[in-house]
């Protein structure tokens, strides 16, 4: 949702309408909110309309890894603003689904899971029994 409100919004408003750290300050601070033991957050109905102030990158960031963890933070936040900022760049030539939403959010959680700050699903072949 969050992805596609983002899309939406670059290809009605163009590449600056929305800085590319400020989508993913708002994609981490739902993972970060998500990842700890609390009642059922409540999201906001529009991310980026002026009135959603998320955490800040690294902050987020910082309360998905495991304290023991030392990780470069900042290269982790430019990884991932660059996935959006090419994304950014597509959606804004008009089409909120080139690239698909699903691509680009895959692309980002591929950045987190290899440095293990979120969980990898298991594989379709992993078997449902186990």
Not at 40 to 69: C, E, K, N, Y
Not at 119 to 130: E, I, L, V
Request: aromatic share 6%; hydrophobic share 40%.
């Amino acid at each position: 949702m969050l992805l596609r409100e983002a899309a939406a919004t670059f290809s009605r408003s163009g590449e600056v309408s929305i800085l590319p750290s400020t989508v993913i300050a708002a994609l981490l601070g739902v993972l970060a909110r998500h990842s700890t033991p609390c009642p059922r957050p409540r999201w906001p109905a529009r991310f980026f309309d002026g009135t959603h102030q998320p955490a800040t990158i690294s902050d987020s960031l910082q309360r998905l890894g495991a304290p023991s963890v030392m990780l470069d933070w900042d290269e982790i936040e430019t990884a991932l603003t660059r996935v959006i900022a090419v994304a950014a760049s597509d959606w804004a030539e008009g089409d909120p689904e080139r690239p698909e939403t699903r691509v680009v959010l895959r692309e980002l959680f591929e950045i987190l899971w290899v440095r293990r700050l979120i969980p990898h699903p298991p594989s379709k072949q992993y078997p449902r029994g186990a």
